[in-house]
């Protein structure tokens, strides 16, 4: 079945730890996204990659950090430097311009 | 930049008719999508219109579009407690890669 799988679903990490959460699928979609979501905050973009190689910061990209070195894979890593990392973690990916976003189910990120 | 709105919560009863209301900014707005979330999970789309579109149905789903409003509704008959979710708005313009998202509408419904 294609789709976008997140791993793992729940992660527990010590504070200044970084974390890496991944994104991979199987769409054969160009651009790939990350968002974060907080209780009452709706979807914040952290990163999105128009292409392989390439990706542009959204609008929290702080603290985080990205890569794109194959089109299935969009890993995310949360850095000590990001000051709350604790949220649920959602990764995306669609065509590409004025296309439909599709979304993996998440993962929940507790730093502690 | 676009903003997208929706009010926070709509509580039904089981049976009846939800509307869930949009609105957004930017009239440039190409695309407009409707996202269900359950808990603990990820969005799933339910359905979209074009902005050359005024209504969509889908089974239970109506989706309606005022352009000159900027106004986009989610209607969803005979309410199952199943529909319990947040539902999101989104709406892309043409040229664009990144959805605007409101911040969600939490249905509850209650029997």
């Known amino acids: 079945d294609g789709g976008i799988t997140q791993s793992p679903k729940y992660l527990f990490r010590k504070e200044g730890q970084n974390v890496t959460l991944s994104c991979e699928q199987n769409l054969n979609h160009d651009a790939m996204y990350w968002y974060r979501q907080d209780p009452g905050q709706g979807l914040r973009l952290i990163y999105y990659s128009q292409i392989v190689n390439d990706f542009q910061k959204g609008d929290i990209a702080e603290g985080y950090s990205v890569s794109r070195e194959k089109k299935e894979s969009f890993p995310l890593t949360v850095t000590s430097a990001q000051k709350n990392p604790t949220a649920f973690y959602l990764c995306?990916?669609?065509?590409?311009?004025?296309?439909?976003?599709?979304f993996g189910q998440g993962t929940r990120l507790t730093v502690v | 930049g676009e903003d997208v709105e929706q009010s926070l919560f709509l509580s039904v009863r089981e049976g009846d008719s939800s509307v869930i209301n949009c609105t957004y900014t930017?009239?440039?707005?190409?695309?407009l999508y409707w996202y269900k979330q359950e808990p603990g999970a990820g969005l799933q789309l339910l359905t979209y219109?074009?902005?050359?579109?005024d209504m969509k149905q889908d089974q239970r789903l109506t989706v309606l579009l005022n352009k000159k409003d900027k106004h986009l509704s989610l209607r969803i008959a005979d309410t199952q407690t199943g529909d319990s979710a947040i539902y999101f708005c989104?709406?892309?313009?043409?040229?664009?890669?990144?959805?605007?998202f409101g911040r969600g509408t939490s249905l509850i419904v209650h029997p």
């Open positions: 995306a990916s669609s065509t590409g311009q004025g296309t439909v976003a599709f």
């Open positions: 930017d009239s440039s707005s190409t695309y």
């Open positions: 219109i074009f902005s050359n579109m």
């Open positions: 989104a709406v892309l313009s043409g040229g664009s890669y990144i959805p605007t």
